[in-house]
């Protein structure tokens, strides 16, 4: 395999002994930092009884506390505009980001000079991972302004060399003239949109989306195109190869990537970011290996303005493998979903993702859209799961089709679940980021 396989092959296929000894060294460096300049964790230090000698090897990490993103919100509300977690000056910021949240007040992240440099070359490396080369046309269909990965995108593909062609969202019909003037070759948007705009232009275009031309889909922000049949009917109507990224508003815009060879995403961050996996109920660090299921938890090994230690992203993931075909040492995951989604029926952790992976299994029976119907607000879910999927208008038997469904639910998930089926078209489409929770309670 030719060194343009990667964009920084060094690292990227860097032996886990020696990235390990990399880290331990630049977190070494980066508590140096937290201890001197941020408030934030000298308080929280002080309350551990933490001191900075207590870190000398990377095991040493699991004796420090996490950080949650509740903790930033209440940080930000005390200490505004940026929080007690803000360990640059102010005058040193040059950009801010934010992330929404659930409650609808923007949650700020600023960035140095250095830390947008920094997310740069991360997010670079990770849309290379994915297939990104110099004579790509890169269609960006998805949020521009303040969302972490719009302008950070836009640095990253220009970084590669590509062309970066800023379309943003509810934007279909400029998005098609622009894949067809400039004849683009790769579109960057979250899965639901890719589907979203597939059928708008069947409906508005009387066109097919594969015959446009795309070569690459490079899907992230949701979970979705890590799903097997959601991907299968992705790469179906676009013709393209559709591979994810995975990142995380607080710490870096991407952060794991997904090769061509399409089993799971690895992690791009070796000299930035520290990443662990631990049980969610106990906090205990679990080992890298595959198999293995958890919360991700991220800690910044060089950054600026918000170097954070150990924050719960409170993203589900499961290892599937430490290494790969295409040479890179950096550990593949996928991700099943937020902790925020997740229900429980009696005791079972289940995750929309998986539901919808299972609906759509039944293609091209069913369209592979759904929605979880909660009557009272979750996570625990008194059984059946009330789920609401969408039959192909072909499909002539629905009685068999709703058993086999929720069989195969019952069967995979092991939980029961109540299938309603209606006809395609029914349930609504999303051009950001797709809702498969239905509240009907207020
Ligand atoms: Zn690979």
């Excluded at 070796?270 to 996996?277: P, S």
């Amino acid at each position: 395999m030719g060194s343009n396989e990667y964009l920084d092959k060094e690292i990227e296929t860097a032996s886990p002994k020696y990235v390990q000894r990399l880290q331990e060294a630049k977190l070494g460096k980066q508590l140096d930092y937290l201890y001197a300049r941020s408030v934030f964790y000298q308080e929280k230090f002080q309350a551990a009884g933490l001191q900075r000698k207590h870190y000398r090897r990377v095991r040493d990490l699991e004796r420090f506390p996490f950080t949650t993103k509740e903790e930033l919100r209440e940080s930000q509300a005390i200490c505004p505009p940026l929080g007690k977690h803000i360990a640059a000056k102010i005058d040193d910021v040059i950009r801010v980001h934010s992330s929404t949240g659930t409650t609808g007040k923007p949650s700020f992240v600023g960035l140095t000079r250095r830390d947008a440099k920094m997310w740069t070359k991360l997010t670079a490396r990770s849309f290379y991972t994915q297939g990104l080369r110099k004579q790509d046309v890169v269609i960006h269909a998805a949020g521009l302004t303040l969302f972490v990965a719009g302008l950070s995108s836009k640095d990253a593909i220009e970084h590669v060399g590509a062309m970066f062609v800023p379309i943003g969202t509810g934007a279909s019909e400029k998005a098609l003239m622009a894949i067809q003037l400039l004849k683009a070759t790769a579109m960057h948007c979250t899965p639901s949109y890719a589907a979203y705009f597939a059928e708008w232009i069947r409906r508005e275009a009387q066109l097919e989306a594969r015959d446009l031309g795309l070569k690459k889909l490079f899907c992230g922000a949701e979970p979705g195109a890590g799903i097997p049949a959601v991907r299968a009917k992705l790469q179906e109507d676009w013709g393209a190869r559709v591979t994810e990224g995975l990142g995380n508003a607080d710490m870096a815009p991407i952060i794991f990537s997904e090769c061509p060879h399409q089993s799971g995403m690895h992690f791009n961050g070796q000299e930035y970011v520290l990443a662990e996996i631990i049980d969610p109920d106990n906090g205990e660090s679990l080992p890298i290996e595959a198999g293995v299921s958890g919360e991700l938890v991220y800690t910044s090994l060089e950054r600026e303005c918000v170097p954070l230690l150990r924050f719960r992203t409170r993203d589900r993931v499961t290892i599937l493998g430490t290494s790969c075909p295409c040479g890179r040492t950096g550990f593949k995951l996928r991700c099943v979903g937020r902790t925020d989604d997740m229900l429980i029926v009696l005791g079972v952790n289940v995750f929309p993702s998986a539901v919808k992976d299972i609906v759509s299994s039944f293609r091209p029976r069913t369209t592979g859209e759904i929605q979880i119907i909660l009557t009272e607000p979750g996570p625990r879910v008194a059984p059946p799961l009330k789920v609401v999927a969408e039959y192909a208008n072909s499909c002539s038997d629905l009685p068999a089709l709703k058993q086999e469904v929720e069989r195969k639910i019952k069967a995979t998930l092991t939980v029961a679940a109540s299938l309603d089926l209606v006809p395609a078209g029914t349930l609504p489409r999303y051009e950001m980021k797709g809702q498969l929770i239905k509240k009907h309670y207020e």
